[in-house]
C-alpha cells in the first residue's frame, strides 16, 4: 500500500520509513491495548527523546490513513518497544484489535522532537487522557525525581496504567461538557501551582479545543513563558 500524498510530501520532507511488526499483544483494560513491536531498525537509527512518536500506516478500504502514537518503553540493544491504544470506533483501533504476532505495519518518522527545559523544572504540570497516556508516562520516566501535578481526564472506568509514585499529584476529571470540565479545573487550580516555583515545566496534550483553551490561558493570563511550556492536540472531539 503506498502512502498516498501525504506520504509523498513527507518523502520530500526526508521522513524516514520503517517496518515494524507485532510480536506480542496484551489487552490492558476493556478500552486498552498494548502490542510490542520489532522496530525494524528505528531504534538504532534515530535518537530517543520522551514522548517520541512515530506515524502508523492503515488501510481504509485501499486508501492510507495515517495515526500518531507514542512509543513505549524503547529497548535500542534489542530494537523492540510496544504501543499503547486507545480503543474506540476507528481504522487504527480496529487494527489493534484484531493485530496478532507476525503481523506487520508501515510506518513514517517525521516531526517528532523534545527541547528539553532549561533549567531543569522543579516541578511538572501535565494535562493529558488517554490518547497522550503514553507520552504523559513518557514524561514522568524521563524526570523520576520530578514531583507533578497530572491533570487527567478520563472517559470511562478502566483502571489505565498511569506511571505515577508518591511524588506525583493525579487528578481525575471525568469527561463532561464537552471538555469544559477539565479546562475549568485546570484554570482553577493552575495559578497557584504556576506561581509556586519559577521553574515549572507545562505540558499539555488533549483534545484540540481543550488543549487550544488552556495554552491561551497560560500563556496570556499566567504567563508562563514559550520555553517552560509544550502544547500539542492530540485528537478532535
Not at 63 to 74: G, S
Request: aromatic share 10%; net charge negative.
Amino acid at each position: 500500500m503506498g502512502h498516498g500524498w501525504e506520504g509523498a510530501v513527507l518523502k520530500l520532507l526526508r521522513a524516514k520509513d520503517f517496518t515494524f511488526t507485532v510480536t506480542g499483544a496484551t489487552q490492558v483494560t476493556e478500552h486498552y491495548r498494548r502490542l510490542t513491536f520489532t522496530d525494524g531498525g528505528l531504534l538504532a537509527e534515530l535518537p530517543l527523546h520522551p514522548t517520541m512518536w512515530v506515524r502508523l500506516w492503515f488501510d481504509d478500504n485501499g486508501r492510507p490513513h495515517q495515526r500518531a502514537y507514542t512509543i513505549v518503553d524503547p529497548d535500542p540493544e534489542n530494537g523492540t518497544f510496544a504501543i499503547e491504544f486507545a480503543l474506540h470506533q476507528g481504522i487504527a483501533s480496529d487494527w489493534s484489535r484484531q493485530a496478532e504476532p507476525g503481523a506487520a505495519i508501515q510506518a513514517t518518522v517525521y516531526g517528532t522532537g523534545f527541547e528539553p527545559p532549561d533549567p531543569e523544572p522543579e516541578r511538572l504540570l501535565i494535562v493529558g487522557d488517554a490518547a497522550s497516556l503514553p507520552a504523559v508516562n513518557s514524561l514522568l520516566d524521563a524526570f523520576p525525581e520530578t514531583p507533578a501535578t497530572i491533570w487527567f481526564e478520563t472517559a470511562d472506568d478502566d483502571e489505565l496504567p498511569h506511571r505515577t509514585t508518591d511524588r506525583h499529584d493525579l487528578r481525575l476529571i471525568p469527561r463532561a461538557d464537552d471538555g469544559e470540565s477539565l479546562v475549568s479545573r485546570v484554570r482553577e487550580d493552575l495559578p497557584e501551582l504556576a506561581k509556586a516555583t519559577a521553574r515549572t515545566y507545562f505540558w499539555i496534550a488533549c483534545e484540540a479545543k481543550s488543549t487550544r483553551a488552556l495554552t491561551t490561558f497560560a500563556r496570556k493570563e499566567i504567563g508562563i513563558p514559550k520555553d517552560r511550556m509544550h502544547s500539542m492536540a492530540y485528537w478532535r472531539a
